[in-house]
């Protein structure tokens, strides 16, 4: 049977699903939001300008509190799990699910065909790369593919003006070569960062802003205009919601824009990811309470198995193998993913797959490997019902998809395809069984050292060991070994993982990284940071608190 639970901790049975009012900006108003970070050029004075940080600090006066009061919501929740208690469907919203009656506002239509998407980080190079890789959609990510560094969030606006205007170009100082906007180029939807991450660059009233207010309100002011004149609204990915009313939060941000610029309802519409475990409860009370704005959910599949394990930390009968065997073939994964394409199509969202981070190889053997795993992945995707997927490099577009199109056929989507079963909450929640051993350990120190000390340097999307890495790879490593730790796992080799074992293997791998990174005729490299990388990657798996996101205190460091 599905668990049922109240996850709406000192919540009103009733989610806040009103609508905003809006007023225009007093242009005789004192304006109070103040930039700290360095103005660099005239592209960035003007994406900051008076008015669009008017606009900004309007965002913030108006959705800021409610924000707080949300992030301590989810600190409450998480409370009654670390306290025994597990996920569920909530009680008081059971009426939302089980009413037939109501569906989604209609797909516009340079969404409704999805069906290969690429993610990457918001560096021009890329951007463009991105946009004419063959792609249906480019969604650009100011979060977890982008190191948040001042410069690179403001670089991102420029660099997302300029792609909705049609003017974005690059010249590669090293090699001269010019890239520019191609015919045809993908649909481009903008991620901002996570609820839960401020800008310390703009302050109002002496407190840094939310870094998604900055993103969203940027975004849509420089671009909302351009994007009319192609006949295309503002699309958004929005990540890591965990309740129906952060989703009511987002949605009223939407109509308190539109509302503002005079422009339609419904021109904002969002895709968002569930990623963590708390959401997949709350997947029909998100479309709800998004219903005007929302056009589908993506298995954000690699935050996900981070979001179980974070979730269920202090539960011992939940823990996870070795996460390199954590594949969407587990069970509680493919609930998962059946459970979102039955959600979304019985409402009439579209269901986008997960990500495929393989990058290609030059070598033969090596390629023919990443090709089958792609194959494999996207066929039990698309299979599955899914309505499309992503992936990470432009020269795996093709290949993903030749896959749809075999299922799709002429078909834009795969809206009618709902799977069969009761992906119940024993399913979701359910562990696998899995190798805890040395080499899992190892792996885990190297990518998360190796990824944490490029992000430290403002590199967000990091390739490493084939994989094209982001945040939440890091994310699942330290996860693991924390669990790992904290619930004494025997290895299968008998020895206990302990604090001195795991420190060891460490310091091993930490100097060996170091040594391959610098050049035999150099004794040192200043500029690299696996030092800070790998102490505070110690930090965050043996402290007894669990840190929400690695990014919170990495963040302090970065500048």
């Not at 929740?77 to 037939?100: E, W, Y």
């Not at 015919?183 to 302050?203: C, F, S, V, W, Y």
């Not at 351009?226 to 609204?233: F, H, L, V």
């Not at 959910?297 to 011992?316: A, E, P, Q, V």
Request: hydrophobic residues 40%.
């Amino acid at each position: 049977m599905d668990n049922e639970t109240t996850s709406d901790r000192g919540m009103s049975s009733t989610p806040p699903l009103e609508k905003c009012s809006s007023s225009h900006i007093d242009a005789d108003k004192e304006q109070r939001i103040l930039v700290t970070g360095s103005v660099f050029n005239k592209e960035a004075e003007s994406i900051l300008s008076n008015e669009a940080l008017s606009f900004v600090e309007l965002l913030v006066e108006t959705f800021g509190l409610r924000l707080e009061a949300l992030l301590e919501n989810r600190k409450e929740t998480q409370a009654s799990f670390d306290q025994g208690q597990l996920p569920g469907f909530r009680k008081d919203t059971k009426a939302i699910r089980d009413n037939d009656a109501w569906n989604v506002s209609p797909i516009p239509n340079d969404l409704l065909d999805r069906r290969v998407e690429i993610t990457g980080p918001i560096e021009r190079k890329m951007v463009i790369n991105a946009l004419n890789s063959g792609a249906n959609v480019f969604m650009c990510c100011f979060e977890d593919a982008t190191s948040p560094t001042w410069e690179n969030m403001v670089n991102g606006q420029i660099n997302m003006r300029a792609a909705n205007d049609g003017s974005i170009a690059h010249v590669d100082p090293k090699n001269g070569k010019t890239y520019a906007l191609g015919d045809n180029p993908a649909t481009l939807i903008m991620r901002p960062r996570g609820l839960h991450l401020k800008e310390t660059h703009i302050q109002l009233n002496n407190q840094a802003i939310p870094g998604c207010l900055m993103d969203v309100g940027l975004y849509f002011f420089h671009n909302y205009a351009s994007r009319a004149k192609q006949e295309q609204g503002v699309y958004f990915y929005i990540p890591k919601l965990e309740s129906m009313e952060e989703a009511a939060w987002w949605n009223d941000v939407f109509t308190f824009m539109e509302n503002h610029f005079n422009v339609p309802i419904g021109t904002v519409r969002a895709t968002v990811l569930i990623e963590t475990l708390p959401a997949v409860f709350q997947m029909e009370e998100i479309l709800y309470a998004m219903k005007e704005h929302i056009v589908g959910m993506n298995c954000g599949r690699w935050d996900y198995i981070f979001s179980y394990i974070k979730t269920l930390k202090h539960h011992k009968d939940r823990v996870l193998p070795d996460r390199h065997a954590v594949g969407m073939d587990t069970p509680f994964l493919d609930a998962y993913s059946k459970r979102l394409i039955q959600t979304c199509h019985q409402r009439g969202a579209l269901a986008i797959g997960g990500m495929s981070a393989f990058i290609p190889s030059k070598d033969p053997e090596q390629m023919a490997f990443v090709t089958q795993k792609v194959i494999e992945d996207k066929q039990r995707e698309s299979a599955n019902g899914h309505d499309g997927t992503w992936v990470a490099h432009p020269h795996l577009v093709t290949l993903a998809r030749e896959i749809f199109d075999q299922t799709l056929k002429n078909r834009p989507n795969q809206l009618d395809v709902i799977p069969e079963g009761n992906f119940d909450a024993d399913t979701l929640l359910s562990p696998c069984e899995g190798p805890k051993n040395e080499v899992g350990v190892r792996k885990n120190i190297r990518i998360a050292v190796l990824y944490m000390e490029a992000w430290l340097r403002g590199v967000g999307c990091v390739p490493i060991f084939g994989l094209m890495e982001d945040t939440a790879t890091a994310e699942i490593s330290r996860a693991n070994v924390w669990q790992w730790l904290k619930h004494e796992v025997q290895l299968d080799d008998g020895r206990l993982f302990t604090d001195s074992l795991f420190k060891q293997w460490l310091q091993e791998e930490t100097v060996a990284m170091k040594t391959e990174a610098i050049p035999s005729e150099t004794a040192q490299d200043k500029t690299r940071k696996f030092d800070e990388a790998s102490a505070v990657f110690y930090q965050l798996s043996t402290d007894d608190d669990f840190a929400d996101f690695l990014t919170l205190p990495c963040y302090e460091m970065l500048e």
